[in-house]
C-alpha cells in the first residue's frame, strides 16, 4: 500500500509500504535527530550505490529490506534499544521485536538483523546477502565516507541538503562512548564499542589482545624474539 510521506522525502524515491512508513516513523520518534538523519542518508546512498554497480531492486536484492535494515541500524543508540550488550546486537533485537510484532516474515527479520549486528563488522557484512551488503555500504558511506567516489555528482550535497549532517561521525561517536562508560559491559574489549571506550580510560584499564591471551591461564608464551641469542 502507498503511504504518504512528509514533503522532504518527496524528492527521493523510497518505499512506500506500509511497513517501510511504520519504520520510518519509529525511528524518528525513538532515536535523537542526528542518528535518525544519518540512518535516512544510509538507504539513500545504499540505493545510489546499488544503481552504480547495475543492482536493480526487486531482481537484484529486496529494497524494502535495504530501507529496513538502514533505517533501523541504530536502534541500539536510542534509549529504548539501550540494553546490555554491544549497541549493534541491542538495536538488532529491538528492530526484530520491531518487526515481528507487525507480522514480519522470520526470513526477513533475519536479513534485518545480519545488517543491523553486522553494520560495523568490516569484512563479514559485505559477505552476507545483498541487502546486507547493500546496507553496510550504504553506512559506511555515510561515516567515512567509503565509496563515495561511487554515489552521482551532486547526489551527496542533495542529501546532505535535505537531512544535514551536524557532525554526524562525532555525535555518533560520543553516544557510543557514553553508552559504554555508563555500562562497560556494552563495549567488550576486542569490539568496535570496546575501541571508543578505550580512548576514555585510562592507559591499561581495559586489556587488549596481548593482555587476554597472556591470562587466559593456559601458560602459552610468545615466540622467542630472532635477536634473542640462543643457547
Known amino acids: 500500500m502507498a503511504v504518504p510521506l512528509p514533503a522532504v522525502y518527496e524528492a527521493f524515491d523510497l518505499p512506500r509500504t506500509e511497513l517501510a512508513a511504520q519504520a520510518l ?102 559477505r552476507k546477502g545483498p541487502e546486507v551488503a547493500l546496507a553496510h555500504a550504504g553506512i559506511t558511506v555515510d561515516v567515512l565516507g567509503l565509496g563515495r567516489e561511487s554515489l552521482p555528482e551532486g547526489f551527496a550535497d542533495r542529501v546532505h541538503g535535505a537531512f544535514p549532517r551536524s557532525d554526524l561521525a562525532y555525535e555518533m561517536t560520543d553516544l557510543i562512548a557514553r553508552q559504554a562508560l555508563a555500562n562497560p559491559a556494552k563495549a567488550g574489549p576486542l569490539s568496535f564499542p570496546g575501541q571508543l571506550l578505550r580512548r576514555h580510560l585510562p592507559p591499561g584499564a581495559l586489556p587488549d589482545w596481548y593482555d587476554l591471551i597472556a591470562e587466559a591461564g593456559w601458560g602459552d608464551r610468545p615466540p622467542a624474539s630472532p635477536d634473542t641469542p640462543t643457547a
Open 25 to 126: 516513523h519509529y525511528a524518528a520518534e525513538v532515536e535523537p535527530e542526528v542518528i535518525f538523519r544519518h540512518s535516512v542518508r544510509s538507504y539513500l546512498f545504499a540505493r545510489a550505490l546499488a544503481d552504480h554497480d547495475g543492482m536493480r531492486a526487486g531482481a537484484d536484492f529486496d529494497d524494502e529490506l535495504v530501507f529496513l535494515s538502514c533505517v533501523l541500524h541504530d536502534l541500539g543508540l536510542s534509549e529504548q534499544g539501550n540494553g546490555d550488550q554491544r549497541f549493534e546486537v541491542d538495536g538488532a533485537d529491538l528492530a526484530a521485536r520491531f518487526l515481528r510484532a507487525r507480522g514480519t516474515g522470520e526470513d526477513a527479520v533475519t536479513v534485518v538483523w545480519d545488517a543491523i549486528a553486522l553494520h560495523t563488522s568490516v569484512g563479514i557484512a559485505s
